[in-house]
């Protein structure tokens, strides 16, 4: 009797959004998108955000980046990626829980009034906050001890 050997599959390696089933995709811009695409060979579920390079740019490019994964055990989709692990039912739980806890949304633009007053209620000692919201500029910023240089 033969036997059958499967391919090896490299499970550390994450895979392009051209290797999977695309199954679930929510949001309404494609910056604000979450795509979910089944990996058939893992039988893992990709979580994918659309990934700028070299923005504003002359070679600005972007891409779907797999994230972290769900694997499917018993009823449900879980993430290993916390302890404890956490189970979703649906795929929109999943998106949900994402948006909320995984996705890194963009803050205030530098300079703007709200991304000084982080920048100065940073500096305050814990359990302090600014009184003064609104009334600092970026010579306040400038002048602290460690001023961001982002």
Do not use: C
């Amino acid at each position: 009797m033969k036997e059958v050997v499967k391919p090896l599959v490299d499970l550390f390696k994450k895979p392009t959004i051209t290797e999977v089933s695309i199954v679930y995709e929510h949001g309404d811009r494609m910056e604000n998108t979450l795509l979910f695409g089944l990996e058939k060979s893992t039988s893992r579920l990709y979580v994918f955000q659309w990934h700028i390079s070299n923005e504003g740019t002359s070679s600005e490019v972007g891409d779907w980046m797999p994230g972290r994964f769900l694997t499917f055990e018993g009823n449900s989709w879980v993430s290993r990626h916390t302890s404890p692990p956490v189970k979703f039912d649906t795929y929109e739980e999943i998106a949900n829980y994402w948006n909320r806890n995984m996705v890194l949304h963009p803050g205030p633009s530098r300079g703007s009034q709200e991304w000084i007053d982080s920048m100065m209620n940073n500096a305050l000692p814990e359990g302090m906050s600014l009184k003064h919201a609104g009334l600092y500029t970026m010579a306040d910023v400038n002048r602290l001890p460690i001023h961001p240089e982002l």
